[in-house]
């Protein structure tokens, strides 16, 4: 089954962070209930792919400045069919920041969000079930700013919560101050 890795990540994610094992059943029963979760064409919502990308000293994180949302986000988006979600969050980077030089902190999800994505231009109000993975760059912090953005920024961590009060940003920052990152691979 294509959901199988997914489901599997899902499962030992409350290991690390308890306080999500809410969320983390959501999600589950959301994938366990939807063959086809990862295209966006399921009108009810999909999951999506997220980046939480790091410089090199790991004391900025890299934020768009969503052209759709408004907002200063982390990198992501959709899955469109690839049930790798790590994949897909990796691709986005490149799409979104033109970074080259990267990889995961780990193969183990960083952290997880489902959120509600308003009605836009013909398509229904729906929920992105956010799966996000710590990505560190590895090579040059310089970026291009895609379409889907009104800008980029590296932002200090420590100091987020002056571009953004969204919550599961906060609690992104957090858990990267805090270091309290499961399965850390050595860079």
């Given at each position: 089954?294509?959901?199988n890795?997914l489901?599997?990540?899902?499962?030992?994610y409350?290991?690390?962070?308890?306080?999500?094992?809410?969320t983390t059943?959501?999600?589950i029963?959301f994938?366990?209930?939807?063959?086809?979760?990862?295209?966006?064409s399921?009108?009810v919502?999909?999951?999506t792919?997220?980046?939480w990308?790091?410089?090199?000293?790991?004391?900025?994180?890299l934020?768009?400045?969503h052209?759709?949302?408004?907002k200063?986000?982390?990198?992501?988006?959709?899955?469109?069919?690839d049930s790798n979600?790590?994949r897909t969050?990796?691709?986005?980077?490149?799409?979104?920041s033109?970074?080259?030089?990267?990889?995961?902190?780990s193969?183990d999800?960083f952290?997880?969000?489902?959120?509600?994505?308003p009605?836009?231009?013909?398509?229904?109000?729906?929920?992105h079930?956010?799966?996000?993975?710590?990505?560190?760059?590895?090579g040059?912090?310089?970026?291009?700013?895609?379409?889907?953005?009104?800008?980029?920024?590296?932002?200090?961590?420590?100091?987020l919560?002056?571009?953004?009060?969204?919550?599961?940003?906060l609690r992104?920052?957090?858990k990267?101050?805090?270091?309290?990152?499961?399965?850390?691979?050595?860079?």
């Amino acid at each position: 089954m294509h959901r199988n890795d997914l489901l599997e990540k899902l499962a030992t994610y409350p290991a690390t962070w308890p306080e999500e094992r809410a969320t983390t059943q959501k999600l589950i029963g959301f994938v366990e209930q939807h063959a086809g979760c990862f295209e966006r064409s399921l009108a009810v919502g999909h999951v999506t792919g997220s980046a939480w990308v790091i410089n090199q000293a790991g004391t900025h994180v890299l934020l768009t400045h969503h052209k759709k949302l408004g907002k200063w986000l982390q990198l992501g988006g959709h899955a469109d069919g690839d049930s790798n979600i790590l994949r897909t969050a990796l691709r986005e980077v490149r799409e979104e920041s033109g970074l080259t030089a990267f990889e995961p902190v780990s193969t183990d999800i960083f952290d997880i969000d489902i959120h509600l994505i308003p009605k836009r231009k013909g398509n229904p109000a729906h929920y992105h079930y956010d799966i996000r993975f710590a990505i560190q760059v590895t090579g040059s912090e310089e970026y291009v700013v895609s379409d889907e953005s009104h800008d980029l920024a590296w932002v200090e961590v420590k100091s987020l919560n002056q571009f953004t009060l969204e919550e599961s940003m906060l609690r992104m920052a957090n858990k990267w101050l805090t270091g309290r990152i499961s399965h850390q691979i050595e860079l």
